[in-house]
T-cell receptor
Framework: SAVISQKPSRDICQRGTSLTIQCQVD?????MFWYRQQPGQSLTLIAT?????????ESGFVIDKFPISRPNLTFSTLTVSNMSPEDSSIYLC????????????FGEGSWLTVV | DQQVKQNSPSLSVQEGRISILNCDYT??????FLWYKKYPAEGPTFLIS?????DKNEDGRFTVFLNKSAKHLSLHIVPSQPGDSAVYFC??????????FGTGTSLTVIP
């Protein structure tokens, strides 16, 4: 199993500022994933973060807006840069374990409101 | 503590048969539920949802059943196809905003 801790759990942010979300896993994992879940919408994958390499971003997401760090096998950060109200969302980190990535664990999410 | 549980990590089904994936939850305030399909290292695909005012929702080969008294929902896929092989996870919410996720069931459909 894997236990994921995310910080902050909630924040209210001013337009134009940046916020870094931290994700800590209690075991070593190769791949970590960052998702966005906007109110009333389903999950959207932002990027995949592998330790020791650049994150891989999904269509519509860019590194300048969502820089990611992955300094070791248990930790990652996602920064939401130059925030606007459209960035108000829940951001979740996730890991997959098992040989074929068939068990999925999510953090409890970081609920950001941009005003 | 896991509020949404999928107790079967894997399931194998013969092509053409029915696949039944189960999900249990603990919070009686949950009123909206989703099922996702996911391939390893890819983003999830939304499959089907159900609100607590209904006990069944059907979309093509996919049907979700909700048993509120048992705090249980299930996803039925019939007939199962090899392309359905993936990880399926459920999610539950009590506001429609924040969701709690199961850990997934890996479905293998055998040709």
């Amino acid at each position: 199993s894997a236990v994921i801790s995310q910080k902050p759990s909630r924040d209210i942010c001013q337009r134009g500022t940046s916020l870094t979300i931290q994700c800590q896993v209690d075991s070593q994992v190769t791949m970590m994933f960052w998702y966005r879940q906007q109110p009333g919408q389903s999950l959207t994958l932002i990027a995949t973060a592998n330790q020791g390499s650049e994150a891989t971003y999904e269509s519509g997401f860019v590194i300048d807006k969502f820089p990611i760090s992955r300094p070791n096998l248990t930790f990652s950060t996602l920064t939401v840069s130059n925030m606007s109200p459209e960035d108000s969302s829940i951001y979740l980190c996730s890991v997959e374990t098992g040989g074929s990535g068939n068990t999925i664990y999510f953090g409890e999410g970081s609920w950001l409101t941009v005003v | 503590d896991q509020q949404v549980k999928q107790n079967s990590p894997s399931l194998s089904v013969q092509e053409g048969r029915i696949s039944i994936l189960n999900c249990d939850y603990t919070n009686s305030m949950f009123d909206y539920f989703l099922w996702y399909k996911k391939y390893p290292a890819e983003g999830p695909t939304f499959l089907i949802s159900i609100s607590s005012i209904k006990d069944k929702n059907e979309d093509g080969r996919f049907t979700v059943f909700l048993n509120k008294s048992a705090k249980h929902l299930s996803l039925h896929i019939v007939p199962s196809q090899p392309g359905d092989s993936a990880v399926y996870f459920c999610a539950a919410s009590n506001t429609g905003n924040q969701f709690y996720f199961g850990t997934g069931t890996s479905l293998t459909v055998i040709p």
